[in-house]
């Protein structure tokens, strides 16, 4: 990758977990704010960022969506990937006690995620677009009564209390980040573990998915991860594909020989090498 970055885009305010998942892997790097994925892309795109982090997958709440809508046309490519755990914290103001708490604010995923622990508080739940939005809006409020749901950066940004740590229902709470780039990076053609990420429409012909995927099987290629999206009319299935396999190699390129002659619009998203986390959580839970 490139020494030159300088900046990376999120969405969300500062302290969502995004904004975390920045300062992991870029602590150098200037971190930005947009209110959306759609924001954060174009942020790159119009030159504002160098890089975008935008979260795909997390292990309780499932893919999220606007995500995946966003890559066909978002032409950025993917050059790296980030695992990162989800530890959630309740906050409040200083001088807050658990017991002063009657309302609760986080994000729609974050709620449903600590849905135990706010049963046994009692208190009544309140979304917000993010888990820092909730943060900043009590430290605004300042008031007792009030608590948000989000990670430790947001109580240090905002100076809120940390009341409870760890308080997600389920101890593997992980949501997986692609880094996005407006050029591609690929790893040396000799690296171990390359992952590739692809998107194509099956031709309209019988068993054409079966047929595509078949190129990877016989050149000895591993899926690990294929998920299909329809357009707004229901009509166009276009798959998203994460391959074992570096794109330049003689193996991958018979693969997308064979794939052509089943579907269309292929579109190489970009290639890089897998996260250390990606191997450890298959070994404890399974593919992501």
């Given at each position: 990758?490139?020494?030159?970055?300088?900046?990376?885009?999120?969405?969300?305010?500062?302290?969502?977990?995004?904004d975390m998942a920045c300062r992991t892997v870029f602590p150098d790097l200037?971190?930005?704010?947009?209110?959306?994925?759609?924001?954060?892309?174009?942020?790159?795109?119009?030159?504002?960022?160098?890089?975008?982090?935008?979260?795909?997958?997390?292990?309780?709440?499932?893919?999220?969506?606007?995500?995946?809508?966003?890559?066909?046309?978002?032409?950025?490519?993917?050059?790296?990937?980030?695992?990162?755990?989800?530890?959630?914290?309740?906050?409040?103001?200083?001088?807050?006690?658990?017991?002063?708490?009657?309302?609760?604010?986080?994000?729609?995923?974050?709620?449903?995620?600590?849905?135990?622990?706010?049963?046994?508080?009692?208190?009544?739940?309140?979304?917000?677009?993010?888990?820092?939005?909730?943060?900043?809006?009590?430290?605004?409020?300042?008031?007792?009564?009030?608590?948000?749901?989000?990670?430790?950066?947001?109580?240090?940004?905002?100076?809120?209390?940390?009341?409870?740590?760890?308080?997600?229902?389920?101890?593997?709470?992980?949501?997986?980040?692609?880094?996005?780039?407006?050029?591609?990076?690929?790893?040396?053609?000799?690296?171990?573990?390359?992952?590739?990420?692809?998107?194509?429409?099956?031709?309209?012909?019988?068993?054409?998915?079966?047929?595509?995927?078949?190129?990877?099987?016989?050149?000895?290629?591993?899926?690990?991860?294929?998920?299909?999206?329809?357009?707004?009319?229901?009509?166009?299935?276009?798959?998203?594909?994460?391959?074992?396999?570096?794109?330049?190699?003689?193996?991958?390129?018979?693969?997308?020989?064979?794939?052509?002659?089943?579907?269309?619009?292929?579109?190489?998203?970009?290639?890089?090498?897998?996260?250390?986390?990606?191997?450890?959580y298959e070994q404890d839970y399974g593919e992501l």
């Open positions: 990758m490139s020494n030159d970055y300088k900046s990376i885009a999120f969405q969300g305010e500062y302290g969502a977990y995004s200037k971190t930005l704010p947009c209110e959306s994925f759609y924001d954060a892309f174009n942020a790159v795109n119009d030159g504002r960022a160098d890089l975008a982090m935008i979260p795909v997958d997390n292990t309780i709440a499932g893919r999220v969506a606007d995500v995946h809508h966003l890559m066909p046309d978002g032409d950025l490519f993917i050059i790296g990937e980030h695992f990162q755990d989800v530890n959630h914290m309740l906050l409040g103001t200083k001088g807050t006690k658990i017991e002063d708490i009657k309302y609760v604010h986080s994000h729609v995923h974050a709620i449903p995620q600590c849905r135990e622990f706010l049963k046994k508080m009692g208190a009544k739940s309140y979304i917000h677009a993010d888990t820092a939005g909730a943060a900043k809006e009590i430290a605004q409020k300042n008031d007792k009564e009030h608590g948000a749901i989000a990670s430790s950066l947001a109580a240090k940004i905002y100076d809120l209390e940390i009341l409870e740590k760890g308080i997600e229902d389920q101890s593997h709470n992980m949501t997986r980040f692609l880094i996005l780039s407006p050029e591609p990076y690929y790893p040396p053609i000799d690296a171990n573990n390359v992952i590739t990420s692809l998107l194509f429409e099956v031709r309209n012909i019988p068993a054409a998915l079966y047929k595509a995927l078949g190129g990877f099987a016989t050149n000895g290629l591993s899926l690990t991860k294929l998920e299909s999206y329809v357009d707004e009319n229901f009509q166009a299935a276009r798959f998203y594909c994460d391959i074992e396999g570096h794109p330049e190699s003689q193996s991958f390129n018979r693969a997308l020989e064979e794939l052509g002659f089943f579907a269309k619009d292929v579109k190489l998203l970009g290639s890089y090498i897998a996260h250390p986390s990606r191997k450890a």
